[in-house]
Each structure stands twice: as C-alpha cells, then as structure tokens.
Nanobody, 120 residues
Framework: QVQLVESGGGLVQPGGSLRLSCAAS????????MAWYRQAPGNQRELVAS???????NYADSVKGRFTISRDNAKTMVYLQMNNLNPEDTAVYYC??????????????WGQGTQVTVSS
C-alpha cells in the first residue's frame, strides 16, 4: 500500500506565503506524475499544479506566477510553494500521485488533505 501524507497548511494573511509538502511511503517501483489539487467549499476539486518524473510542470491559470511545484531527487516528495496568496486560494489542498505499484500496474493515490486559509 502507498500512503501520501501532506503537511504545511495553515492560516495566512493575504499576500503571505505557505509551503506544502507531501511525502509518499510504502512499497512501489516508482512514482510517475505528482500533483496538487484543491477543493473549496461548494466547488469541485481542481488541479492546481502537476510535475512529471522528468520535471515537466503544469499550472492552473489562476496560480501561474505565484505557485511553484517541485519534487525531491528521490522523486518521492512533492512540494508546493505558494506566494502572494489571496482569499480565493482558501481550500483543502490534496496531494495526488500516479504510482507504479507493480512493474505493469499503475494506480492513483490521494493524500488526506491539508487546509489552507487565507484571511486577514
């Protein structure tokens, strides 16, 4: 089994910064794409940013220029640096990973979510 554990959420004032971390643990061959999603109350879960194992990144238009996604060299952790936060960024942020659990089997995993609240 694979577990994704997020950390780094919290309360921040508008214009502030937070850094989210997600650590993958368990038994697997490797992890392909990792991503951050978010879900605000009453809204659908949406993709915030993703990063492939080769380093290619993708961002939602609403966070381009403010958020940066990155992975560690071992490719088992993913980070989301969030700068210039605004109240519209308030949501539960979820870590997501496409994991090769067997040589020929890929599965998707989600973290439990971490709350980010932007408010004065």
């Amino acid at each position: 089994q694979v577990q994704l554990v997020e950390s780094g959420g919290g309360l921040v004032q508008p214009g502030g910064s937070l850094r989210l971390s997600c650590a993958a643990s368990g038994t697997f061959f490797n992890i392909d794409a990792m991503a951050w999603y978010r879900q605000a109350p009453g809204n659908q879960r949406e993709l915030v940013a993703s990063v492939l194992s080769g380093g290619t990144t993708n961002y939602a238009d609403s966070v381009k220029g403010r958020f940066t996604i990155s992975r560690d060299n071992a490719k088992t952790m993913v980070y989301l640096q969030m700068n210039n936060l605004n109240p519209e960024d308030t949501a539960v942020y979820y870590c997501h990973a496409d994991v090769r659990v067997l040589r020929s089997l890929m599965r998707t995993f989600w973290g439990q979510g971490t709350q980010v609240t932007v408010s004065s």
